[in-house]
């Protein structure tokens, strides 16, 4: 069934049956039932190209990867996101286009977007320090809602972040008030404004007892399994190593817990590990007791509430920037214990 039969089938133009199915005002209230009546019955589902034209909308989201974080195709954490946002994409019937580009072309695709009016709107992942791209798409105009947040940009607009420095500042306490005071941080790279922040938490909560800041104790790089393990046993191995570690990954715990594995210390007796966990969906930490003690915020919810905010701009149901703060929660597992007394006497 396409319009033209449905519009045969009504007596009623194609244009009147599009405007009818798509809700302009201008159709009355009778007609407008009539027609959704009648594609209900035959099983009518519009062409979302047509309908486009019809609305002057594209009825689609876009997601622009730069190649230098390709790995973020594979990455679980964008996985859930992406799985997040595409059950509010799939009710409210819209699609995602995903763009995988040179990091020197990404601007450029998001000109291409607005000016072929591929997308209504997009979601910015991974915002830097002082992003330009912020700037950039205010400039042309197309909405957009990050997923992050870019310390040094002073412009108003809309995102959604989790309190990376009061996670990190708790978690950070919370290995304190166990007794260890050589406490590494096994980061994201810094660039990046999520790791900025919680090495502020980090800083913050050392500071707040008096320890002192040892940059030999902090790492920072991509957040994956091998990153862990080679931070991890490169510390271990330093004549006063940590009797704890901070890590922003729960990929990069895995990493830590097997360096710690192959040097025959024990997790959460030799050695702590209190790690962020996006409650990913295939790689649970534990079950009714948690493995890993960590700062937990739900990475799959952030996708479905961004999606959310940004169709809400688009459609024109809200006023302003809007701006949502989520706070991890501190969830104590199998991985920390007190610091070992030859520790706590040093």
Do not use: C
């Not at 020197?104 to 009016?117: A, F, L």
């Not at 909405?143 to 870019?150: L, Q």
């Not at 500042?169 to 096994?186: N, P, Q």
């Not at 902090?218 to 862990?228: A, C, I, L, V």
């Amino acid at each position: 069934m396409n319009l033209k039969e449905l519009s045969r089938i009504l007596g009623l133009s194609q244009t009147t049956v599009s405007r009818a199915l798509n809700g302009y005002p201008e159709v009355n209230e009778a007609t407008r039932e009539k027609v959704l009546a009648a594609a209900a019955k035959h099983h009518y589902s519009p062409n979302t190209r047509a309908k486009g034209l019809a609305t002057g909308r594209a009825n689609a989201i876009g997601h622009v990867i730069p190649t230098a974080n390709r790995h973020e195709m594979v990455n679980p954490i964008f996985g859930d996101f992406i799985a997040g946002a595409g059950e509010v994409y799939s009710q409210q019937d819209f699609e995602m286009v995903l763009s995988i580009v040179e990091d020197s072309k990404e601007e450029q695709v998001y000109q291409n977007y607005k000016t072929r009016g591929t997308v209504d709107g997009v979601v910015l992942h991974g915002p830097k320090m002082n992003d330009t791209r912020i700037a950039m798409l205010q400039d042309i105009g197309l909405p957009f809602v990050v997923h992050g947040r870019a310390s040094g940009i002073t412009a108003d607009y809309s995102w959604l972040d989790v309190n990376n420095t009061s996670a990190f500042h708790r978690a950070t306490e919370f290995l304190t008030d166990l007794g260890h005071r050589r406490i590494g941080l096994i980061n994201g790279l810094e660039t990046m404004d999520f790791a900025h922040r919680r090495r502020r938490g980090y800083e913050a909560g050392l500071a707040a007892i008096g320890i002192p800041i040892d940059p030999s104790l902090m790492r920072q790089d991509e957040m994956t399994e091998s990153f862990g393990y080679t931070s991890a046993g490169d510390m271990l191995d330093m004549a006063n190593p940590p009797t704890a570690f901070l890590v922003s990954s729960i990929i990069s715990a895995l990493g830590v817990r097997r360096a710690l594995q192959d040097r025959g210390l024990q997790m959460g007796r030799d050695v702590s590990i209190v790690t962020h966990d996006d409650t990913l969906s295939y790689l649970a930490n534990g079950a009714d007791v948690p493995i890993f003690t960590a700062t937990r915020s739900s990475v799959r919810d952030a996708g479905l509430i961004v999606s959310q905010m940004l169709i809400a701009q688009i459609n024109g149901d809200t006023t302003g920037h809007q701006h949502k703060l989520l706070e991890a929660e501190l969830m104590v597992g199998r991985s920390t214990g007190p610091a070992p007394a030859s520790a706590k006497m040093a």
